[in-house]
Each structure stands twice: as C-alpha cells, then as structure tokens.
C-alpha cells in the first residue's frame, strides 16, 4: 500500500539545521510533485517547499535563503534541508506527494527550536 514517511525531526538550539526525509513507497515517486508543509499550533498549515518532476523548486518567503528541497528519485526520497533556525520554524513537518489532484500525506515529524 502506499506509505509516506516523515523522518529527520527533533530538537534543536536557535541558528541551528536540521535535514528531514522523506520516504515514499507503493508510488512513482518520480511522477510527483512532493512539497514540505508545517504545522504550529493555533495556526493554519501551510507549504515550506515543494519539488516538482523536472526538479524546479519553490519556497515561502519566510524560508528563502534558508532551506533546500532537493529529491533523490532513486531512493524515492525528498529531502529538505533547514539552517538558520528560529522559534518560528517550530511546528510539525508534514511531507505530500501529489499526482495531479491526488494527494498523499505522512504522519508529520517534529522540529521544535529552542530559543
């Protein structure tokens, strides 16, 4: 069955990195779309990054310059590699892979940054 996994989180001090993973399985993971997404509480998720097929790349203004999404298709992985970190940056991180108007989700991984 198809399975998206979410791994790489954890604690960490102010002006830190963080890298997080994520692992698709039972998907041509190469056919889509894969974006970071995060959630804080008491606030709305919204998109960090994503990686479409031709491996062009998008961030939110708040990221920019700080994070990297990249992806590894033949180890079904999307990577996103986090430096500078803030207090701001803390949520839950949640990876998507999307085909067209089908989306699959992980179960979210965990960055708290401490300040």
């Known amino acids: 069955q198809v399975q998206v996994v979410e791994s790489g989180g954890g604690l960490v001090q102010a002006g830190g990195s963080l890298r997080l993973s994520c692992a698709a399985s039972?998907?041509?993971?190469?056919?889509?779309?894969v974006g970071w997404y995060r959630q804080a509480p008491g606030k709305q998720r919204e998109l960090v990054a994503d990686?479409?097929?031709?491996?062009?790349?998008n961030y939110a203004d708040s990221v920019k310059g700080r994070f990297t999404i990249s992806r590894d298709n033949a180890r079904k992985t999307v990577y996103l590699q986090m430096g500078s970190l803030t207090p701001e940056d803390t949520a839950v991180y949640y990876c998507?892979?999307?085909?067209?108007?089908?989306?699959?989700w992980g179960q979210g991984t965990q960055v708290t940054v401490s300040s």
């Open positions: 039972g998907i041509a993971f190469s056919l889509a779309t």
């Open positions: 990686i479409n097929i031709g491996s062009s790349t």
């Open positions: 998507n892979a999307r085909f067209g108007s089908i989306n699959f």
